[in-house]
Antibody, heavy 120, light 112 residues
Framework: QVTLKQSGPALVKPTQTLTLTCTFSGLSLKAFATRATWIRQPPGKALEWLARIDWDDDKFYRSSLKTRLTVSKDTSKNQVVLTLTNVDPADTGTYYC????????????WGQGTLVTVSS | QPVLTQPPSVSGAPGQRVTISCTGNTSNIGAGYDVHWYQHLPGMAPKLLIYLNEDRPSGVPDRFSGSKSGTSASLTITGLQADDEAYYYCQSYDISLSDHVVFGGGTRLTVL
């Protein structure tokens, strides 16, 4: 059974950098066709795709956030890390680490979510 | 504005059937891209309900079904139960957008 456990701050000040970590269990990030994605949901708004990192280290970013987002992985710890620099109150929301199914672009395993508030 | 349009809310009595629509265009659903559906209970992570338009992951009851036609897709829930009360989101792929992954705005299902 694949599980994702997220960690990271609940409160970040404007202009600071947000770092979120997602630990995969039950599946190696090096396994063929493993794709880890970050999705967020601002309060009262729809889900929003942010970034993806694949087993072969391919990376993809939301175009509007590309200059501020970085996704990486530490295979020794089986962790995926998302960093968002220069945060703004508009970055407030719940952030989810998610596994994409191998047979489609559906997201079948979700982390518990991290509610991040950007406020001074 | 979300690329995929869903009704903000739907409701039904226990035991009834409800359908939630997800309307796209010729760059996403109408172009043949698959639609997936998620159930989002308050305080929980979203849960994959339907993938590849009509397939159910293991453990999802067959009360939940999906379909797709033209530029739209639908999620149907039969035998409505109180714990079906949640938000439901559709997701697809859009070839015209640089980010490609698109979600609907979500539909709140109320069980009366």
């Amino acid at each position: 059974q694949v599980t994702l456990k997220q960690s990271g701050p609940a409160l970040v000040k404007p202009t600071q950098t947000l770092t979120l970590t997602c630990t995969f269990s039950g599946l190696s990030l090096k396994a063929f066709a493993t794709r880890a994605t970050w999705i967020r949901q601002p309060p009262g708004k729809a889900l929003e795709w942010l970034a993806r990192i694949d087993w072969d280290d391919d990376k993809f970013y939301r175009s509007s956030l590309k200059t501020r987002l970085t996704v990486s992985k530490d295979t020794s710890k089986n962790q995926v890390v998302l960093t968002l620099t220069n945060v703004d109150p508009a970055d407030t929301g719940t952030y989810y680490c998610v596994r994409m199914r191998q047979d489609s672009d559906a997201y079948d395993v979700w982390g518990q979510g991290t509610l991040v508030t950007v406020s001074s | 504005q979300p690329v995929l349009t869903q009704p903000p809310s739907v409701s039904g009595a226990p035991g009834q059937r409800v359908t939630i629509s997800c309307t796209g265009n010729t760059s996403n659903i109408g172009a043949g891209y698959d639609v997936h559906w998620y159930q989002h209970l308050p305080g929980m992570a979203p849960k994959l309900l339907i993938y590849l338009n009509e397939d159910r992951p293991s453990g999802v009851p067959d009360r939940f079904s999906g379909s797709k036609s033209g530029t739209s897709a639908s999620l149907t829930i039969t035998g409505l139960q109180a714990d079906d009360e949640a938000y439901y989101y559709c997701q697809s792929y859009d070839i015209s957008l640089s980010d490609h992954v698109v979600f609907g705005g979500g539909t709140r299902l109320t069980v009366l």
